[in-house]
Each structure stands twice: as structure tokens, then as C-alpha cells.
């Protein structure tokens, strides 16, 4: 049975289903909708937004009476929000299915239902949907937790012009994080334009994140891109730095880590540049003919990309390298359920975990769960902190 979620607020649970709302959990049989909500995570239902490949249901290609009933029933609504802003209502501090007329949530929710349901009927399954539904999940999880933001640490940047701008999107946009998982090409994640910006964090800024326990962890790969790089060159992971490891193997101690490391990005991501001794190591052409065929790379965790041959490394690299993190976050959330500690983001090649001591005994099972990888065991740094602004390594 098809539903929608009306309020993304935990505290607001409220569904609209065949005709009828219900504004309660009414031990439901529901089987398919939109999207999921941070007050609606469930396996066993499943989401027309990863059948689509779309963020929003405002960017699903429609037939014209279901896009033209569609514009109509979001103006409505949109309309009507608009109403609550100017009569200073926050939809914040509200279910927003009770500040609504039932007969506008009807209009909008069967409309709503019905582009599901053609989703549904017109879009096949993706091949790695089981993965693309873990990662939608562990990322609405984290879209309901609200951050703790010390804005009294920012008075002092407002006074820096070239600070204002910045310390203006950490006072106004939302204390939460919401990630789009659709709008890189390669599975990149990015942010929605309100969401914090955790992905474009400056280190300047980074004391006034706070976490809700005792202190913060971060796992994060050492060289991920270049250990996949090895990876599908067959290579066995090196335990030590990856830079270090060039030095030594490849360059021969002719270069300082910086330079190495210099180096080896500018041969991967370019492939008009000429490194005798990248090349003789690794074998760009071997991967490529492995992964890439016909304008369309697939990679180890089956995402398929459309592309042209100067960018296909590229993406293959960057795409699998932001599957293997988001992969290994799966692992760690689950080994923290029914934790007090929990997921905080996923940044980049990291994750930051929001951490309490009673969970100590944890510490090493997160670590070996993120560096054991389908693709090898990749190096972990690890750093801990009471702010994300001054986190301290344990180890390299």
C-alpha cells in the first residue's frame, strides 16, 4: 500500500494513505512511498526516490495532467505556508499537518501518491538498490539530529569582512544536516541549500560544532582515492602512510611526502600528465578496460556512469572511493544501535561520530568495522576532540 509521511519532525507522525490521514502510528501495512523521514526509517518499505534517481519529486519527468496537477497542488501549498510565515507561525514548533486545512493535505498527498505511483509502474529498480536504500537511510537518520552550534564563538568573525558571509550561513541556515545523494553524477554527497554546511566546513570555524555526548571520534581514510587506486590495480594495501609508501616504491626516496603527494593526484586526475614512474606502477589502461566500456563505467559497488574517456578514471576513482566510505558508515551505525553514541556526519572520507564514554568498549570494533573494506583494509586515522575545531590525532 502506498503512503506519504506529512511531518519530517520525530515528534510528528502523521500519514496520509488512500484517501484518509492519520495522525498517529495506526499499526500500518504500508509497503511503498516517496521518501523516507527521520520519523519513518524502515527496511522494509520502499522509496520511489532512488527508483526516479531524483532528490526531489518537483524534478521527476511527468506526464502533463500529473505535472500539471502537481504545480497546482505545490503553488497551493506553498501559498499556504507562506500565510504561516507572515502571521509569524514556525513550522519548527508545530506538526505541520495540524496547522494545514485537512482538505489541502488531502489535494496535495493524492497528488503526491500518484506520482509515486507512476514512479513506481514506469521506473525500473536500480542494480544496487539494496545499497542506495542503506545509504538513504543512514542519512535521514542523521537529517533529524539537530547539531549543537556555540554561535556565541562567532561574534568574533562578524567583525571580519571576509568572514561575514560565512558566519551569516552558520546563523541562518539550519542546525541540521540534509544531504542530496542524487545531484553528484558519481554519488558524491552534497548538501541541500539550507542544510549546515558540513561539507564545506572551514577549519576557522569548526570549534563552534559541539557534540551532544562527551566528545567527538573521527575515523577518516588515509589516501582513499589513491588506496582504491591500488585496489583495482590488484594492489595490496600498504599499512603504513600511502605517500610514504610511494616514496619508497615508486619514487624511490627522490621526493619529500608533499611533493610525492603533489604528484600523485596531479598524474590520477589528469590525464594529460606524464609520470614515468606512476605509470610504470599503475596501470590506468587496465582499470579502465576493466570498468569502462561503451561511454559507461560501472563500478565495484555497481553504480553505473555515463562518461567520456578523459573523465572516466576520474569518476571511477572518486565515485567508489565515496561508496567505500559510505559503506563503512553503514557498518559503524549499526554497531552503534541501541548506543548512546551516534553518527554526527559523514564528511568526505571521514566519519564523525558523536561520542559517549559508556561506549568505550567500542572504540576498537568501529575502527577495525571502517578500515576493513571490500577493497582491502585501508589505513585509519583516528582524532578525537570536544569541539570538531580542535580534535587531536591518536594515531596515523
Known sequence: MIFQILDNKIECVGYYSDGKIYKEDVGHSFTQTWDSS???????????????????IDDVVLPDHLHTRWQYSTRRMKSFIKSLGKAKVSLE???????????FLTDFYENKTEITKFVFENFSKPSNYDFLKEVNLLLT?????????DKSKLSQRL???????????FINNSEKISYNIFKSKTGRLSTQK????ILAFDKKFRQILKPHNHWFLELDFNANELRVLQALNGVEQPKEDIHEWNIANIFKGATERSEAKKRAFAWLYNPNSVDGAMSKFYN??????????DGIITTPFDRKIPSDDFHALNYLIQSTA???CLTQAIKLDKILKKRKSH???????????????EDRDLLKDLVEAYSNTSLGKFKVNIAVGLNYGEMKELCK
Open 38 to 56: 527521520p520519523n519513518f526509517i524502515s527496511e522494509s518499505v520502499d522509496y520511489a526516490k532512488l527508483y526516479a534517481g531524483v532528490d526531489s
Open 93 to 103: 514548533e508545530h506538526c505541520f499537518y495540524d496547522l494545514v486545512p485537512d482538505k
Open 141 to 149: 537518520k542523521i537529517s533529524g539530529q539537530k547539531l549543537i552550534i
Open 159 to 169: 567583525m571580519k569582512k571576509t568572514d561575514f558571509l560565512a558566519v551569516q550561513k
Open 194 to 197: 539550507n542544510s549546515f554546511p
Open 284 to 293: 590506468k589502461n587496465k582499470i579502465l578496460s576493466t570498468y569502462y566500456k
Open 322 to 324: 565515496s561508496d567505500v
Open 343 to 357: 553518527i554526527t556526519a559523514v564528511i568526505h572520507d571521514s566519519v564523525l561520530i558523536d561520542y559517549n564514554e
